[in-house]
């Protein structure tokens, strides 16, 4: 529908400018105008738009550089390139840089007309195919895991293997790898996905309240228990229990959790009737057991009990493959949370995702994403949403002072010669082509003076 499709004439002359602009919107287009490539790309920071009606001949930016940028930073958009007929062979040498197609100066409205209609129809296409992109990417996600690395997918492969089974299973992996959503995973593809999934942080209780947790009480078992209460054992019935951070289970209750484990029975604090109940564990922990075997800290019957099957998740840092694809599950996810129209995340601020460590994994991953995605004000996350991550860099990621130094003589000279990339580059004393370049390289904009 044409009220939905947004049109950005881009033209340095106001002739040019206004023509088009109420030919288009007679037609029932959304149409904005700029009068230059800055212009242009300031408000495609802002503005998803469509189609893009570009000159090829303006001064400071050229069509063409304007086009490169375009096609790198916003290739849902398609662009239609502004010519004379002394200028057809740019703009065919424009068509072979990624531009949809030429129109010629004069300009017939039925020929325009028709050329916009053809390139919406094709607009429509590139979107099915992107919505097909999305459902393949969705095919990559188990159950709210994401990864399409090799260790993750034959994680992916042992989930379905464990669910099939109701044995014990002990996730080990760092904090914030996702123990609790692979163990959510294993619940929903097992016999049991009807039944409760109960979760308890083992570590989030001092050692009397989490046996009660645990377990239960009676009515009068302890100071301020003023009526009775289920613990997460009996809350289990029919489904998963999963304790998280198991590791941090006392050496006293670890006896009577492996006896409640091994026969399904057990009482609640100040009770004597035996409970039955009928549950599977998972349990996590992102500590050594082994180690805290040796060290008389974890008893060696429960640990067996607990790891009848063992999965681990590798921490971040070691899968960096699938960090681009979880930034985008973040992004589709917050934006959409937001209620903002941010479509990517550019190619510098990309780099230093997949450059920092994550302590935190994929945890931390998500909280940057949201962080990032709350402070934007454009359409793609960039270098200085991202700025927080700077000092936390590994020194053999960290971006060296000879790099800093040229990025600040790059935005001096631009700045001096008013982004005119032709005076600029001659000024570096180094081509148009590498100087453009360096301007994609490092996400150079005329509205980030700082950057």
Not at 216 to 224: L, P, V
Not at 358 to 379: F, Q
């Amino acid at each position: 529908m044409t009220d939905k499709v947004r049109i950005l004439v881009v033209d340095d002359e106001l002739v040019i400018r206004e023509s088009l602009h109420g030919w288009l919107k007679k037609s029932g287009y959304q149409v904005d105008t700029a009068e230059g490539g800055s212009a242009a790309l300031a408000m495609l920071e802002k503005t998803p738009y469509d189609l893009l009606f570009l000159d090829i001949m303006m001064p400071v930016m050229s069509g063409i550089e304007v086009l490169e940028v375009v096609k790198e930073d916003y290739p849902q958009t398609l662009v239609v390139m502004i010519t004379a007929y002394g200028s057809v062979d740019t703009a065919v040498e424009a068509m072979k840089g990624g531009a949809n197609d030429y129109l010629m100066k004069p300009f017939d409205p039925d020929q325009l007309s028709l050329l916009t209609e053809k390139l919406m129809q094709q607009k429509k296409l590139l979107d099915e195919n992107i919505f097909l992109r999305e459902q393949m990417a969705e095919a990559i996600r188990f159950e709210n895991l994401v990864g399409r690395s090799e260790a993750m997918q034959e994680l992916f492969s042992l989930i379905q293997d464990v669910a099939e089974s109701d044995s014990q299973v002990l996730i080990t992996g760092e904090t914030g790898t996702g123990k609790e959503l692979v163990a959510k995973a294993i619940h929903a593809k097992s016999a049991r996905c009807n039944g409760p999934f109960i979760a308890l942080n083992c570590g989030g209780f001092p050692e009397h309240l989490l046996e009660s947790e645990l377990f239960g009480h009676e009515r009068g078992a302890f100071t301020g228990a003023h009526r009775a209460k289920k613990g997460r054992l009996d809350l289990a019935h029919h489904g998963t229990l999963f304790l998280d951070e198991v590791g941090t289970v006392p050496l006293k209750m670890q006896v009577d959790l492996l006896r409640a484990l091994e026969t399904k029975e057990f009482h609640r604090l100040g009770g004597t009737a035996e409970i039955e109940v009928d549950f599977r564990t998972i349990a996590a922990t992102n500590r050594d057991l082994h180690q805290a075997i040796e060290k008389g800290e974890f008893r060696q019957d429960f640990f067996y009990r607990l790891n009848v099957i063992s999965l681990h998740i590798p921490p971040l840092r070691d899968r960096r493959d699938d960090i681009p694809l979880l930034a985008e599950h973040f992004l589709d996810r917050y934006s959409r949370e937001t209620n903002k129209d941010i479509d990517t995340i550019n190619k510098a601020a990309m780099a230093i995702l997949k450059q920092y460590d994550w302590p935190g994994n994929v945890r931390e991953l998500e909280n940057a994403i949201e962080r990032a995605v709350v402070i934007c004000k454009k359409r793609r996350l960039g270098l200085e949403e991202f700025s927080f991550l700077a000092p936390h860099l590994s020194a053999a990621a960290e971006t060296h002072s000879l790099e800093k130094t040229q990025i600040a003589h790059l935005v001096k000279v631009l700045k001096e010669f008013d982004w005119n990339i032709t005076k600029a580059a001659q000024a570096l004393e180094i081509n148009r082509v590498t100087l453009h370049k360096k301007i994609k390289k490092y996400d150079l904009r005329p509205d980030r003076a700082s950057s």
